[in-house]
């Protein structure tokens, strides 16, 4: 470091310097892996000798090279160009689906937090997977289940998404015993 440089100029230099350390520790390892960089050898070579890196370097896989037989997974869905649901959302199945499985579980029991902590993540899951079972293609599932005590309060929960009116819609239903109350949303997001 030259004596008449500012801190700042000397933090910056400093910096760059470690920068490029670290680059270089990378190709290092990218090449003990098996990666190979984008640049040919000759100008890495080149790079070392003048001490001079790009900000960054690309690099790809040997197994992406051809020649390397590794099986790849098949595309499962290939594009359709399809901008709507050919089968609408059940929003009135499932809003019976909501009330018979905050009925079920919910029915008969206290309010306890850290019981309802535990049940909120159950709800959602079953919520969810009984949902799947419906078998609505292309929707993406969102279920979010609020339980809290019930003791003269109020509350009010509210959400909101960036969505198509059109092809995104959502399901709710409320539950209350004499102990708790229990808020269940299912979000339906059509995934194009």
Known sequence: MEPGLSFAARLGLWT???SDIAKDKAARLLKKRGSISSVSSHEVKAKEILGKNKDSMSTVSYMDEPGHDIPRLAV???NTYQLG???RFP???VNNILKDVLTSYLQQEKYEAELCRQMTKTISEVIKARVKDLMIPRYKIIVIVHIGQLSEQSM???SRCVWD???DTLSSYAFKNTSLFALANVYAVYFE
């Open 16 to 18: 760059k310097n470690m």
């Open 76 to 78: 499962q869905l290939e």
């Open 85 to 87: 649901p050919a089968k």
């Open 91 to 93: 929003v009135v199945t």
């Open 156 to 158: 009010q929960i509210g």
């Open 165 to 167: 009116p059109a092809s």
